[in-house]
Nanobody, 114 residues
Framework: VQLQASGGGLVQPGGSLRLSCAASGSISRINDWAWYRQAPGKQRELVAS???????NYADSVKGRFTISRDNAKKMVYLQMNSLKSEDTATYYCSLFEPVRTTWGQGTQVTVSS
């Protein structure tokens, strides 16, 4: 299984971006997806996650601004990011958690700057 993340870029404060992550290959029907991010000099942190049942979880710093969603038929996960702030600047990674393995995407850069 490989994950391909896309959708990052440069956006002004207050703007929006939508990240996408697609899985190639066969994956388990039971799986959780998550988005993590890592800013320069900081540890990687969980941004949002979604279970196969659709239960979501968000970091306090993004609650009310970010929305995670999934499309099981397309084997994809999304992260809608609104009201972006400079502190959201980071490399964003998608991850797929299956009973037998965890897979990470390559990362997509999000830069929030005026």
């Amino acid at each position: 299984v490989q994950l391909q993340a896309s959708g990052g870029g440069l956006v002004q404060p207050g703007g929006s971006l939508r990240l996408s992550c697609a899985a190639s290959g066969s994956i388990s029907r039971i799986n959780d997806w998550a988005w993590y991010r890592q800013a320069p000099g900081k540890q990687r942190e969980l941004v949002a996650s979604i279970t196969s049942a659709g239960t979501t979880n968000y970091a306090d710093s993004v609650k009310g601004r970010f929305t995670i969603s999934r499309d099981n038929a397309k084997k994809m996960v999304y992260l809608q990011m609104n009201s972006l702030k400079s502190e959201d600047t980071a490399t964003y990674y998608c991850s797929l958690f299956e009973p037998v393995r965890t897979t990470w995407g390559q990362g997509t850069q999000v830069t929030v700057s005026s």
